[in-house]
């Protein structure tokens, strides 16, 4: 095969009888290892601060089509099991990337306001006929972060088991946003995260119950009671999954950072995340769904054991220039015949404080890197905040030219 800058051209010089494919087309091919007619191109979670502050608060799609990005739907919807007793929340109004929160009579949740002078803050209330547990949550302009953990006792987890809904997918309103959206771009869920701050792995899961390094700690210390913990999670995911048949998703995310070469040792990804997430992905793929499976920050040392969970696609690479350790080329020549890779773009370093050139020279390697034979999607290496507009633009124009 040639070098990725003898096939790379101009869209506008593309052969006539080049078929041009949809979003939703480009999308499918790379996730499938396929060679599509151009490098698909988008971007993580579009974050509100961002639109806001830099984009006059226009919505995701207006975003997409203003930059001419390859599209992605963000969908999460639950259905309640009204003969478990369960309902939606009547008070919880979802926020971003949120679904309505699925409760029962003996699964209630109440928040409250917090008085803190820097940050919004507030306590959620998980009231069961055991126990209250509480969790605080606070925020700025930019994002949100838990400051007082849910699972405080050990015995905490039982009352999780014992009293916690699970919810399942409305796969009709699924199916009616994917009618709508059509070919427009990919339809992206998450597999089933804890109620509130919840994430879609089942150790990411328990990390933020219970707090990152306690979790670590109690690896060590009291491992079965980690697994119970895990077993939990797996539990109340399993049931969301199985509810997926039929639901036109072209992905959905599992894992999360926790799990990642930068916080964890291969030794507890083999004991206490691969058993749980791994059994995730198949039952996944027995209903006809496809994972993308999500870690930010290091992932070099683990890239043949995450690959072999057998997820579709694995993102976020993040480069050692943004505190991560990928180096492209190697990941696509060691993985990139197992699954769809997303991300390795540099987005702290690329998006501002450079020319475009810099930027479209950024994009460039990357496809060099990783594009060659398909199967790569050219991504931010996850969020960003704060972006120069006209770099964004030179992101995209250049990443349309990358073709195959």
Not at 46 to 70: A, C, H, T
Not at 83 to 106: K, M, W
Not at 217 to 236: G, N, Y
Not at 298 to 308: I, K, S, T, V, W
């Amino acid at each position: 095969m040639p070098p990725a800058e003898t096939v790379r051209v101009a869209e506008a010089t593309q052969s006539q009888d080049k078929k041009t494919l949809t979003s939703k087309q480009r999308f499918i091919a790379a996730l499938t290892r396929q060679k599509a007619d151009r490098l698909p191109v988008t971007t993580h979670h579009v974050m509100p601060y961002f639109l806001k502050k830099y984009m006059n608060g226009i919505s995701n799609d207006e975003f997409f089509d203003l930059l001419g990005l390859d599209p992605i739907r963000w969908l999460s919807v639950f259905k309640p099991d009204k003969a478990a007793g369960e309902y939606f929340d009547p008070n919880h109004v979802p926020g971003y990337l949120e679904a309505q929160r699925v409760v029962s009579d003996n699964w209630r949740i109440e928040h409250e306001p917090v008085s803190d002078p820097r940050y919004e803050t507030v306590r959620y209330k998980f009231i069961t006929p055991r126990k209250t547990l509480t969790t605080i949550l606070q925020s700025n302009d930019y994002t949100t972060w838990v400051s007082e953990r849910l699972v405080k006792e050990k015995s905490d987890i039982d009352i999780i088991a014992e009293y916690a809904t699970k919810p399942k997918c409305d796969v009709d309103e699924v199916n009616r946003q994917a009618a709508a959206y059509g070919e427009r771009g990919m339809l992206r869920g998450f597999i089933n995260s804890f109620d509130v701050y919840g994430q879609p792995g089942c150790w990411q899961d328990a990390s933020v119950l219970f707090g990152i390094e306690d979790l670590i700690m109690a690896t060590f210390e009291d491992p079965e009671w980690v697994h119970s913990f895990l077993k939990i999670m797996l539990d109340r995911k399993r049931t969301y999954i199985q509810s997926l048949e039929g639901a036109r998703y072209d992905v959905l995310e599992l894992g999360g950072g926790d799990a990642s070469s930068t916080v964890i040792s291969p030794e507890i990804l083999d004991e206490f995340v691969a058993p749980y997430d791994a059994p995730l992905i198949d039952l996944a793929h027995s209903v006809g769904q496809r994972i993308v499976y999500h870690t930010c920050g290091g992932m070099m040392p683990f890239l043949e054991r995450l690959a072999d969970m057998k997820p579709d696609a694995m993102e976020t690479f993040t480069p050692s220039s943004m505190g991560g350790d990928t180096m492209l080329a190697e990941a696509k020549e060691r993985i990139g015949d197992k699954v769809c890779m997303i991300g390795g773009f540099d987005q702290f370093h690329y998006f501002k404080d450079c020319t475009p050139e810099e930027t479209r020279k950024a994009v460039r390697k990357c496809f060099d890197e990783a594009g060659q034979g398909g199967g790569y999607i050219l991504c931010p290496s996850d969020h960003f905040f704060d972006a120069d507009v006209g770099l964004l633009k030179a992101f995209t124009d250049e990443a349309r030219k990358c073709v195959y």
